[in-house]
């Protein structure tokens, strides 16, 4: 049972009542403050101009800090500033640009909807039980072996802290929300993951942060009917924020945040006019290219190649390395063999991902890739979104489906750079922001 201040102020023995509720938030805002006792006062914090950051001049390190004020916690990377409290344990206080002294306040707070109970995550209408509030380095998100591009360090460093909340009735169900920032990059991460160690399903009616969701369009209204099995953590798509000219808040980054944070995206990677390609027209791309890729109207089945493909690629892939190419395909997803029953909608729609078919090409083409010594993958047409066929992995509605669709892409790029390979999409990205400007 909650009581309000006035509830106790009106109860027997009021005045204690309220010495002892003063005391309680006292010692939980004690708690947490210890918890960041160690770390440095964000006054001694560098600054650092963007203009240096992006030439590598200075030093521009994400880090914790103690805030200016009581109750205040900040990360900081020289470049930008961030601010949040600690009473409502995580709720933005301000964003500044260091070097000018432009600041904003008005950061999307994310908002969950579980089994019909609405959670506003660091604002006044969180009915969540606190739990704990830490500073930590970023964990490395996937491994990247072996990819060709720049020689620069992977994946940036950074900093950032996690706020925790459990549910009041089941305390094995944890919330937890994470503000991060990376190296010379002004734009801030803000990440959910919720954890349910209970022994029920919990329905996830709905989700909202503002407009740096991503995809936007499944957590719209109030229908995503997402049930978290027990046992199961659902970690939920990053939302990336940074400020634009005006002094606003917006779902984008620079374009140098896109390069800095998802650095494959600058290997340069020429599709071949003809196959099989004459040696002299692999030779002609020696000096103007990172890597050459087979077209699409080759027509090798990803999923299932032939011994006679394996033999004319590893032709191709021993001329491109005589002159110093990485080779790769670029691959129609719209071309995936299946069944009616393995798209999003009707026929002609793209394959969704968790499928049967969708499953068995993503698994038996990053094999076949692998094998294959690819370097990069181009991959062309629509991506799935959301999904109104039922039994395709978990998702229950058209919505979850797309989340679903989302986070297997991100899936799918991770797993290639963890075996050396770069699979791209114009519209997904392994990590970082999903747009631009």
């Known amino acids: 049972m909650f009581w309000t201040i006035g509830e106790v102020a009106a109860s027997k023995g009021g005045m204690i009542g309220l010495l002892l509720f003063g005391l309680i938030g006292q010692n939980q805002d004690s708690r947490f403050e210890a918890n960041f006792a160690l770390f440095p006062p ?36 020289g470049v930008v500033q961030f601010v949040a409290g600690l009473p409502l344990l995580g709720k933005p206080e301000k964003f500044v640009i260091k070097k000018t002294g432009k600041s904003v306040s008005d950061l999307p707070m994310p908002v969950i909807t579980m089994n019909g109970t609405r959670y506003e995550l660091g604002g006044n209408e969180n009915g969540l039980r606190v739990v704990n509030a830490k500073g930590q380095l970023f964990a490395k998100p996937f491994d990247v072996k072996g990819v060709i591009g720049p020689n620069i360090v992977w994946p940036p460093r950074g900093m950032g802290v996690r706020f925790m909340w459990n549910h009041p ?53 109030d229908d995503l009917a997402w049930v978290i099995r027990p046992g199961r953590t659902l970690e939920l798509p990053e939302a990336w924020f940074s400020v634009n000219a005006a002094g606003q808040w917006v779902a984008a980054t620079r374009k140098m945040s896109a390069v800095e944070i998802s650095p494959w995206e600058k290997v340069r990677a020429t599709t071949l006019k003809q196959w099989p390609p004459t040696e002299a027209e692999i030779k002609g791309y020696s000096k103007k290219t990172e890597a050459v890729l087979i077209p699409q109207s080759a027509g090798f089945s990803w999923s299932a190649p032939s011994q006679e493909d394996y033999d004319l690629i590893a032709q191709f892939a021993a001329t491109a390395k005589k002159y110093g190419l990485s080779i790769g395909a670029e691959v129609d997803i719209s071309a995936i063999p299946a069944n009616a029953e393995d798209h999003v909608g009707d026929a002609g729609s793209p394959i969704c991902w968790l499928s049967f078919a969708g499953n068995h090409w993503r698994s038996n083409a990053m094999l076949t890739w692998k094998r294959m010594g690819f370097g990069v993958v181009q991959l062309e047409g629509a991506l799935p979104g959301s999904c ?50």
């Open 169 to 221: 009735e089941m305390p094995d169900l944890f919330v937890e929300l994470t503000y991060q920032m990376v190296d010379r990059e002004p734009v801030l991460n803000q990440t959910v993951v919720i954890r349910n160690g209970s022994s029920f399903p919990v329905a996830i009616n709905s989700l909202s942060q503002g407009d740096g969701l991503w995809p936007p369009s499944a957590f719209q209204g």
């Open 388 to 437: 109104r066929q039922s039994g395709h992995g978990e998702h229950q509605t058209a919505k979850q489906g797309e989340i679903e669709n989302a986070l297997a892409m991100q899936n799918l790029m991770r797993n290639g750079l963890n075996l050396g390979i770069i699979v791209r999409h114009k519209n997904a990205r392994a990590y970082g922001p999903e747009t631009t400007y």
């Open 42 to 77: 964000v006054s001694e914090a560098p600054v650092v101009a963007q203009a240096d950051a992006d030439t590598f001049k200075v030093k521009s390190l994400a880090k914790v800090f103690r805030g200016n004020e009581p109750g205040h916690v900040a990360v900081d990377n």
